[in-house]
């Protein structure tokens, strides 16, 4: 299956709305690769939804970790988020066959680091766990 769902929860400190939450959770059975806004793992802890400079913000917290514990009770393969404006790979500590790629900002000046793209390859065999990080050239 090579179907993407995507979640806004671009808000930042704020809860995602029970109407999209509860799409979401419907459609997620069906679902590859999950793309969103902010991170729900990161490997450092610093920032992804509901943590702040490593603090928790208690609502949004709790949505991330249930949110999560969903994708992680799931088929999908890989999450996408941006936010941090910088590139990460990450093997999910719960789930090894799960994949959290966070891509930077394609500007300069909103990137900690060289512009970055990321090409997600599928092929008809249902391999896909190759990512490529294109940097752009400025």
Avoid: C, W
């Avoid at 809860?15 to 793992?41: E, G, K």
């Avoid at 970055?116 to 990080?133: E, I, N, Q, W």
Wanted: proline content about 4%.
């Amino acid at each position: 299956d090579k179907r993407f769902l995507i979640l806004d929860n671009s808000a930042n400190y704020t809860v995602v709305s029970s109407a999209l939450t509860d799409a979401f959770y419907s459609d997620l059975s069906s679902a590859a690769f999950v793309l969103m806004s902010q991170p729900l793992y990161h490997y450092l802890g610093i920032r992804s939804m509901g943590v702040i400079d490593g603090q928790p913000v208690s609502e949004v917290k709790t949505q991330a970790d249930e949110l999560l514990g969903a994708i992680r009770n799931s088929k999908v393969k890989a999450i996408f988020s941006g936010d941090l404006h910088y590139f990460s790979e990450t093997v999910d500590p719960v789930r090894p066959d799960l994949i959290h790629y966070i891509v930077g900002a394609i500007t300069p000046e909103q990137n900690l680091r060289s512009p970055a793209f990321v090409l997600l390859s599928l092929y008809d065999d249902g391999s896909d766990r190759k990512s490529t990080r294109l940097n752009s050239s400025h």
